[in-house]
Antibody, heavy 120, light 107 residues
């Protein structure tokens, strides 16, 4: 059974940093691309970043480019999101989501999310 | 970036009703469209991918259609558990984008 568990969320001041983790089980982690998607309180879904199965390529939303870095450790079945220069508008629940078909496709499994609050 | 526009933003309906939600892409995306259901405090759940393919385990009262720029999600006979928010998503190109959501409420 596919399982994704996010961790690392919390409260941070504007300009601060945070690293989120997503630990996976129940599938061959190194064979699938993974996305980060976020949802601000009471708002819709916003795609944040993607990393290929082998970590060789990454894509970012313009809103986080240059501030966030997605990475993965396939030996540990873990995905990361390093978030620097955080802004109030980065406040959201952050979900990791597995790609349905390898490196391309929609998201067939999602974690439960971790809340990041950026506030002074 | 490709913009996804859903309509309506909210919808009131009764159990047993048939409802349709539409999603329009700002440019052609072939059939690279998914639909998700989200309940309060929960992660999104994949319902339909490739515009019309039902995800395993999803009830057959859900169906999707369309290609290019215009897509629909239909729920043929609403059940109580279907009252939720629904999102479309294009995965044709990066940045992937979602519609703004349609909140389906009990009339």
């Amino acid at each position: 059974q596919v399982h994704l568990v996010e961790s690392g969320g919390g409260v941070v001041q504007p300009g601060g940093s945070l690293r989120l983790s997503c630990t996976a089980s129940g599938f061959t982690f190194g064979s699938y691309g993974i996305h980060w998607v976020r949802q601000a309180p009471g708002k819709g879904l916003e795609w944040v970043a993607f990393i290929r199965d082998d970590g060789g390529s990454q894509y970012y939303a313009d809103s986080v480019k240059g501030r966030f870095t997605i990475s993965r450790d396939n030996s540990e079945n873990t995905l990361y999101l390093q978030m620097n220069s955080l802004r109030v508008e980065d406040t959201a629940v952050y979900y990791c989501a597995k790609v349905y078909g390898g490196n391309s496709g929609c998201n067939d499994h999602w974690g439960q999310g971790t809340l990041v609050t950026v506030s002074s | 970036a490709i913009q996804m526009t859903q309509s309506p933003s909210s919808l009131s309906a009764s159990t047993g009703d048939r409802v349709t939600i539409t999603c329009r892409a700002s440019q052609g995306i072939s059939s690279y469209l998914a639909w998700y259901e989200q309940k309060p405090g929960k992660a999104p759940k994949l319902l339909i991918y490739a515009a019309s393919t039902l995800q395993s385990g999803v009830p057959s009262r859900f169906s999707g259609s369309g290609s290019g720029t215009d897509f629909t999600l239909t729920i043929s006979c609403l059940q109580s558990e279907d009252f939720a928010t629904y999102y479309c998503q294009q995965y044709y190109s990066y940045p992937q984008t979602f519609g703004q959501g349609t909140k389906l409420e009990i009339k």
